[in-house]
C-alpha cells in the first residue's frame, strides 16, 4: 500500500475554501485515492474517491495531477461544522491483505468563526 | 437503513479480565473490518475478513487479541487478560465486496477502557 504523508494540522476561517495535500509518491497503477472525514467521537465516513484529474460531488473535489503523486482535497466555503480530521487512503479497490488498508495519521482542520 | 452497530458503546473493565466487543455489519456486506483508535491518535487496522475468513491475522497486536466472524454477519473481538494500554475506540467498518468503490461504512465504535 503506497504509504502517505499529510500534513497534522490547519486552521481556517468559516467561508474560505480549504485544499488539504496528500503525497504519495509510490502509488501503484491500480491504486485509487480515497478520502475519510471523521467528527470527534465518530467513524469515519467516506467523502470522496479518484484516480486521476478531478472529481467532484456535492461534499468535496479532488484534483489529481497527471503524475498521480499527491492528491488535494478541495473543501468550498468551510463552516465550523467541517472541523475534523481528514485522512487520505491510497489503494486497490479490493482489498487481498492487510496492506491494503492502512489509513495515516490524517489532517486535523479546525474551522474558526 | 440500518447502519454498522457495535456494542457495547462504552466498556469499562479492570485490568487481566477478557473482553468481547460486538458489530453488527450492514446486511449484503462481505468485508468486515476492525480498527483501533487510541485518543487523539489516527485509525490502526487490526483484522480485515472476507466473508467468514480472515485472510491476515498479523495486524492483531498480540496473541490476547482474536477475532470471529460467522455466517458472514456478526464479528466478535475478544481481548484477553486485558491491559491498560488496550484502552481505546475499537472500529468497525463493513463494504460491500465489489462495490465501485469499496466504500467502507463505519459503526459508531466501542470505547473501551481498562483500569
Known amino acids: 500500500l503506497a504509504k502517505t504523508t499529510q500534513p497534522i494540522s490547519m486552521d481556517s476561517y468559516e467561508g474560505q475554501e480549504v485544499n488539504i495535500t496528500c503525497s504519495h509518491n509510490n502509488i501503484a497503477t491500480n491504486d485509487y485515492i480515497t478520502w475519510y472525514q471523521q467528527f470527534p467521537s465518530q467513524g469515519p465516513r467516506f467523502i470522496i474517491q479518484g484516480y486521476k484529474t478531478k472529481v467532484t460531488n456535492e461534499v468535496a473535489s479532488l484534483f489529481i495531477p497527471a503524475d498521480r503523486k499527491s492528491s488535494t482535497l478541495s473543501l468550498p466555503r468551510v463552516s465550523l461544522s467541517d472541523t475534523a480530521v481528514y485522512y487520505c487512503?491510497?489503494?486497490?479497490?479490493?482489498?487481498?491483505?492487510?496492506?491494503?488498508?492502512?489509513f495515516g495519521a490524517g489532517t486535523r482542520l479546525t474551522v474558526k468563526p | 437503513g440500518a447502519g454498522v452497530s457495535q456494542s457495547p458503546s462504552n466498556k469499562v473493565t479492570e485490568k487481566g479480565k477478557d473482553v468481547e466487543l460486538r458489530c453488527d455489519p450492514i446486511s449484503g456486506h462481505t468485508a468486515l473490518y476492525w480498527y483501533r483508535q487510541r485518543l487523539g491518535q489516527g485509525l490502526e487496522f487490526l483484522i480485515y475478513?472476507?466473508?467468514?475468513?480472515?485472510?491476515?491475522k498479523s495486524g492483531l497486536p498480540s496473541d490476547r487479541f482474536s477475532a470471529e466472524r460467522t455466517g458472514e454477519s456478526v464479528s466478535t473481538l475478544t481481548i484477553q487478560r486485558t491491559q491498560q494500554e488496550d484502552s481505546a475506540v475499537y472500529l468497525c467498518?463493513?463494504?460491500?465486496?465489489?462495490?465501485?468503490?469499496?466504500?467502507?461504512?463505519f459503526g459508531p465504535g466501542t470505547r473501551l477502557t481498562v483500569l
Open positions: 467498518a463493513s463494504s460491500l465486496a465489489g462495490q465501485k468503490n469499496n466504500e467502507q461504512f
Open positions: 475478513f472476507q466473508g467468514n475468513s480472515a485472510p491476515d
Open positions: 487512503l491510497v489503494g486497490t479497490r479490493r482489498v487481498y491483505n492487510n496492506n491494503d488498508m492502512r
